[in-house]
């Protein structure tokens, strides 16, 4: 058991951490993010696809974002995609391009953000304590069936509960930054 089964188990908590960190930059602040767009499909010969793929997207100007598809005939069903999509945002077509200014929140919206954030955070680490709880089952059942010793169970319960510190720490970490980011006016 061992190091293999702490590989498992860190793994998981990777993945759970690296899901959290997705969900939380789908969520728009007043900077300029190519991430937010990172859920919108197009309609592109009756394939919804990711805008990434169909179009050149950059931030040119802190708080602008430009589109520009590779194929033009499709910039109206891109701007149809960010107009459905739930962002918040009103896409300005010359076109050729499509700009997006993105608005400044408002305090109440920070702070409703700020409530969503925490809200995420803690899924997360429920998630991780999870993974823990399964992690100890596990090592509690092999003692049981003696396949390891009493000893190497608490060395591996404590191992586990080092592992799962340390991920609700970087799970804390994330969360501050995208607050801090949030609140940034």
Request: no cysteine; proline share 3%.
């Amino acid at each position: 058991m061992g190091d293999d089964a702490l590989k498992e188990f860190s793994d998981k908590m990777t993945k759970t951490l690296a899901a959290i960190q997705s969900d939380l930059n789908k969520i728009r602040t007043g900077r300029a993010s190519l991430a937010i767009f990172d859920g919108i499909r197009v309609e592109y010969y009756g394939t919804p696809t990711p805008l990434n793929q169909v179009a050149t997207m950059a931030i040119p100007e802190s708080r602008l974002v430009t589109i520009k598809p590779w194929d033009i005939s499709i910039i109206g069903e891109i701007e149809k995609a960010i107009l459905k999509s739930e962002l918040g945002v009103t896409p300005i077509n010359d076109g050729k391009i499509i700009r997006i200014t993105i608005p400044k929140l408002t305090e109440e919206r920070r702070k409703e953000l700020v409530k969503l954030v925490r809200k995420k955070g803690e899924e997360g680490k429920v998630a991780i304590r999870n993974i823990r709880r399964e992690a100890n089952d596990s090592y509690r059942a092999l003692e049981k069936e003696k396949a390891i010793s009493e000893d190497e169970l608490h060395k591996g319960l404590e191992e586990i509960q080092e592992l799962t510190n340390e991920f609700i720490k970087k799970m804390d970490e994330i969360l501050e930054e995208k607050e801090r980011e949030i609140l940034e006016v």
